[in-house]
């Protein structure tokens, strides 16, 4: 049992480049979230799902899209990579009030 | 107003003492009450959780929630180094969405 899984665990990106954040959970959870955290900041919610083929907005999307085909896997799509777009992502999965977050990709936009 | 307050830190403790770390909300709608736990370059992973008001305990940790003044609390006795680490309260509304704090950044001296 993985749990939640990123990858990569660190890139680095020119702007205006594209890239795909993975994101994989093996505990059959239906809820999906991606989050952001910049230095010395909370985490911010980017996008959700309930389930496969659902999907919302969370408190930071733009420059952001998600899909969710399946359960277990929720990618993160960056389309026009910026500077502001340098953070940590964390995925996290979650079946009841517990989520249980992957251990982030740190990307770097140059 | 913000809708989470949390004092950033950094709180420097000597080992043993005990360990105070404090939020304050704005929102009504928030259901449960959470504590995680976030070393460094790592995901949060969660500590605690309720959705009372009162003291919940678990080990040398007590989660204590104040509906009527929205202030949460979460006391750390006899702390330990292995307690150094970033400590983020979080509040759920609705579809399993969090909320996170700043997060408090933490560290036991031995």
């Known amino acids: 049992n993985a749990g939640v899984t990123q990858t990569p665990k660190f890139r680095i990106l020119k702007i205006g480049q594209s890239m795909t954040l993975q994101c994989a959970q093996d505990m059959n959870h239906n809820y999906m979230y991606w989050y952001r955290q910049d230095p010395g900041m909370g985490l911010k919610l980017i996008y959700y799902?309930?389930?496969?083929?659902?999907?919302d907005k969370g408190e930071v999307p733009n420059g952001y899209n998600v899909s969710r085909s399946t359960t277990e896997d929720f990618p993160l799509r960056l389309e026009l990579a910026a500077p502001s777009q340098t953070s940590v992502y964390f995925c996290?999965?979650?079946?009841?009030?517990?989520?249980?977050f992957g251990p982030g990709t740190r990307l770097l936009v140059l | 107003q913000k809708e989470v307050e949390q004092d950033p830190g950094p709180l420097s403790v000597p080992e043993g003492a005990i360990v105070s770390l404090n939020c304050t909300y704005s929102n009504s709608a928030f259901q449960y009450f959470m504590w995680y736990r976030q070393y460094s370059r790592k995901g949060p992973e969660l500590l605690m959780y309720?959705?009372?008001?009162g003291n919940k305990e678990d080990g040398r940790f007590t989660a204590q929630v104040d509906k009527s003044s929205k202030y949460i609390s979460l006391f750390i006795r006899d702390s330990q180094p292995s307690d150094s680490a970033t400590y983020l309260c979080a509040f759920i509304q609705g579809a399993q969405k969090l909320v996170f704090g700043q997060g408090t950044r933490l560290t036991i001296n031995p």
């Open positions: 996290a999965s979650s079946g009841t009030e517990t989520q249980y």
């Open positions: 799902s309930v389930g496969a083929g659902i999907t």
């Open positions: 309720t959705y009372s008001s």
